[in-house]
């Protein structure tokens, strides 16, 4: 018996759109995030790097990250000198060094405590429940100075040395997008984000004005 047309038309239909499922995964065909990629145009990028960040995620909570954000104290200096967070983390400091540290945030901070002076080798954790900016410094070393920047949702990025960044699966919306450094007043504007597109921010020089 002959198969009709009409049977062998559907059988390639149905391999095609099976075909096209398999090369199309869900996630391509979803309604996902969008990349926003951009510079932070400061001369002090090259010593201090800038956290761009979006202010605010409406009616969305971010749980902290299930592993712990860390932060060392090596070769007496804060590392990485920057830890972005999203609020309700727990950090990890560790004292890397050979030498005894402290950690104390001044007033000012969107979180104060004071870890007392530990010795080599020694984890302290600290919870960061509050939005805002964390200064860290260490009373056994005065030229030691590190940040926890306390954030609502997890859709930042640092620059690098040339103050690019890219920040990755952002729902698609319209945010107003920040900028932190610690030497310059915060900035902002609004930036647009559709899915699957990559918009792009730049921050002017005259913008970023010294604090
Ligand atoms: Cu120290």
């Keep these: 018996m002959r198969m009709s047309r009409s049977v062998i038309f559907v059988i390639i239909w149905i391999i095609a759109l099976a075909f096209f499922v398999v090369t ?59 830890v972005p967070v999203v609020k309700g983390s727990t950090v990890d400091f560790t004292n890397d060094d050979n030498v005894s540290h402290n950690i104390f945030s001044p007033p000012g901070s969107a979180k104060r405590f004071n870890l007392g002076t530990y010795g080599a080798g020694v984890s302290m954790a600290v919870t960061f429940d509050k939005l805002g900016e964390v200064a ?42 920040k900028v932190w450094h610690e030497k310059l007043k915060e900035t902002s504007q609004e930036v647009v984000v559709e899915a699957g597109k990559t918009v792009s921010a730049e921050f002017a020089k005259k913008e970023l004005k010294r604090r």
């Design 136 to 177: 860290l410094l260490c009373n056994v070393h005065s030229e030691m100075v590190g940040y926890v920047i306390v954030l609502q949702n997890p859709y930042f990025a640092l620059t690098d040395k040339k103050g690019i960044f890219e920040i990755k699966d952002v729902p698609a919306g319209t945010y107003t997008l």
């Design 24 to 82: 199309n995964p869900p996630s391509a065909l979803s309604d996902g995030g969008g990349n926003i990629k951009g510079v932070v145009k400061t001369p002090w990028i090259k010593r201090y790097e800038a956290l761009v960040y979006i202010d605010l995620v409406e009616k969305k909570e971010f749980p902290p990250p299930k592993k712990n954000p860390f932060m060392s104290q090596k070769g007496l200096v804060f590392r990485p000198h920057i």
